[in-house]
């Protein structure tokens, strides 16, 4: 184990400590069942609180970044439970309700905390959908400037190529950052129609004069595909 978490349990541990001793020292004619409790409701309280700073809910190496969207209502949760118990632990021993009563309450209380903090776990989980499904919609765009840029290259080793051959496709290249990411399931086709065909390209390319009336349909066909992609928008 670390240093560091060495270190960080035992401040738990002294935190804790002093919640104890606090609570004993002036526990004046507090009930044993209810001098509990009020730890109890303490410690859950500082524990949250202490676990949330040692163990941020945003970690920047996690891609998805889900947590980010149920960071303000955690939050939100944490805050209104522990202000709402420690503000009732209060009032109820200065009236000396029942230990009954208080301990339905605190229960109460409980289960809203539990309730809103799995809300912030389903608003967690749906930023990792959305995430899965923009990263899903982007990789056939990403598959089409893969294949155009394995295309220049061969044609950077290749000589003799026609002038305006080569233009055309840099010229095609450059265009794909038009293309906008969609659901559609048209727009999928279409981009790895695109793909297959840069690729039969890019092979006969390695005898250009004898395919050279295919490269070219080719190419008119990826130059098409890519006019009706861009007309495609994000749903």
Do not use: C
Request: proline share 2%; charged share 20%.
């Amino acid at each position: 184990m670390s240093t560091k978490k060495i270190l960080s349990w035992l401040l738990l541990l002294f935190g804790e400590a002093i919640i104890i001793a606090a609570f004993i020292l002036f526990r004046g004619n507090t009930p044993n069942e209810i001098l509990v409790l009020n730890i109890v409701v303490t410690s859950f309280v500082f524990g949250i609180f202490y676990l949330n700073y040692a163990a941020p809910w945003i970690d920047l190496k996690e891609k998805t970044h889900k947590r980010v969207g149920a960071l303000g209502i955690a939050w939100f949760v944490v805050w209104l439970y522990a202000i709402t118990a420690i503000l009732f632990m209060f009032i109820a021993n200065m009236y000396e309700f029942s230990f009954e009563l208080q301990l339905i309450i605190h229960g109460g209380l409980l289960f809203f905390f539990l309730l809103g903090m799995w809300l912030a776990g389903h608003a967690a989980d749906q930023v990792k959908e959305v995430y899965h499904i923009e990263t899903e919609n982007r990789s056939g765009i990403l598959e089409m400037k893969k294949s155009m840029q394995n295309l220049i290259n061969k044609i950077n080793e290749t000589a003799g190529l026609p002038d305006i051959f080569v233009q055309r496709v840099k010229a095609l290249e450059e265009s794909l950052r038009f293309i906008s990411p969609t659901e559609n399931s048209e727009a999928h086709e279409l981009e790895q129609s695109f793909v297959e065909i840069t690729n039969e390209i890019k092979f006969a390319l390695l005898d250009f004069s004898m395919n050279e009336e295919q490269i070219e349909n080719n190419l008119k066909k990826i130059e098409r595909i890519y006019q009706n992609r861009k007309n495609i928008y994000s749903n």
